[in-house]
């Protein structure tokens, strides 16, 4: 069993993606993007094996317009020495990866025009995971798509347009019941028509309940049957409803509470994609608690990075898993992301956000110019006024920061969340 999450990194330098608009999508200026990305893409790899995560979702925007007929490089050979590397790397530390096509990649359209661009994206994403020298078991996961007025003949006009595809991308794809029209009843249905296994969302059956209204646990082993050992392990989505959020819209972290009930109903051998706000923290924290139980001196990376941005919520909670880490030895894992998830959920008090910048600001004052000094404390006494936000002193702060290569700081979710 894995856990991972989706396409992007919280506070981790270089692993940005870079994007451009359509009339600026020259050959050049795309050969320099994917460079820049498959870099970043590499970067996101060395991450998750220095952390033991091992299941990963490669973002569609790598190669920008990968799928459009703007981009007609044959980038697959291009760089075939950068994805040959990245995926010698992926395949020797054992990380799963798989692709997500977006909304708008619908094979069930009536409009064959949409259906065509459907499939030219299929074929983008297949041949990125094959350029990787991948196999069935990194799969893409799909949508059925619209009802267009009638639910039964989307249904089979998604069959008939499954046919249309190579065997190459019918042996990658994975169906997922979606939060307004498809459940997880009906997934199965088409999937068993198909062929194709199916992830099992459980937000979007908790929105979208399937009839009978089975429990999670039993609608996770009817999708299990229909992955075959060539597919490799079961895979299902988890994700919280967000509190400010509208029906649908992802959690800022995964609250452990929730997520430890959950847990215990998964089938063994299920590989778990967190989709989530916070990314990478959340998978960190679900395989700290869950998988290692980890120990307060396992914790201390953890704490190196979050501690400034729990002081700025919060100076008890801060002393408080201080003396939690105290004893190298224990086990405290689940009580260390607790009072994070505490510190999180606290409305920005100005008094805890002034002590941790001031905290931070030690850190880069002692050799600090005469202007970086000045527009720090004017942005500082703005916001004690109120007539700026927190935001703009952080963004100061990271770049002086930057300014020094002070990597401490850097690597600080301080700044990035």
């Avoid at 798989?98 to 909304?103: I, T, Y």
């Amino acid at each position: 069993m894995s856990i991972g999450y989706a396409c992007q990194l919280i506070g981790v330098p270089g692993t940005e993606l870079s994007r451009c608009i359509l009339k600026n999508a020259s050959e050049d200026k795309l050969r320099i993007l994917i460079e820049q990305n498959l870099k970043s893409f590499d970067t996101m790899m060395e991450y998750n094996i220095k952390h033991n995560i091992h299941l990963f979702r490669i973002s569609s925007d790598i190669i920008p317009f990968g799928s459009h007929q703007a981009n007609k490089l044959f980038w697959w050979d291009e760089f075939e020495g950068m994805f040959s590397a990245i995926g010698n790397k992926i395949r020797s530390n054992n990380i799963r990866v798989s692709m997500h096509p977006g909304q708008y990649t619908v094979l069930n359209s009536p409009d064959r025009a949409i259906v065509q661009n459907a499939i030219m994206d299929l074929k983008y994403h297949d041949r990125f995971l094959t350029a990787l020298g991948m196999d069935q078991t990194s799969k893409m996961v799909l949508h059925i798509g619209g009802v267009y007025g009638d639910k039964k003949e989307s249904s089979k006009r998604f069959v008939e347009n499954f046919q249309l595809l190579s065997d190459s991308i019918k042996s990658r794809l994975i169906l997922e019941n979606d939060d307004k029209s498809y459940t997880v009843k009906e997934v199965l249905n088409i999937a068993h028509q198909t062929g194709s296994p199916v992830v099992f969302d459980n937000l979007h059956n908790e929105i979208n309940p399937s009839i009978p209204n089975l429990s999670e646990q039993e609608w996770m082993l009817e999708c299990r049957k229909t992955w075959k050992l060539e597919d490799g392990r079961q895979k299902i989505h988890y994700s919280q409803q967000g509190k400010n959020s509208p029906i649908g819209g992802h959690s800022e972290t995964v609250f452990l509470n929730d997520f430890e009930k959950f847990y215990p109903f998964v089938p063994p051998e299920t590989d778990i994609m967190l989709e989530v706000k916070d990314k990478n923290l959340s998978a960190m924290k679900c395989i700290n608690v869950i998988c290692l139980n980890a120990t307060a001196a396992e914790l201390e990376p953890e704490w190196a990075r979050y501690k400034y941005y729990v002081l700025s919520h919060s100076a008890r909670i801060y002393t408080e898993i201080r003396q939690l880490l105290k004893d190298k030895k224990a086990s405290v894992a689940k009580e260390f992301y607790t009072l994070i998830e505490t510190a999180m959920l606290l409305g920005e008090d100005m008094g805890a956000e002034v002590n941790a910048a001031e905290h931070v600001w030690g850190y880069i004052s002692k050799d600090s110019t005469a202007p970086e000094k000045n527009r720090y404390l004017k942005l500082l006494s703005g916001y004690q006024k109120k007539e700026n936000t927190i935001t703009s002193i952080k963004k100061h702060l990271l770049s002086c920061a930057v300014k020094r290569n002070l990597e401490y700081l850097i690597n600080s979710y301080y700044f990035y969340i």
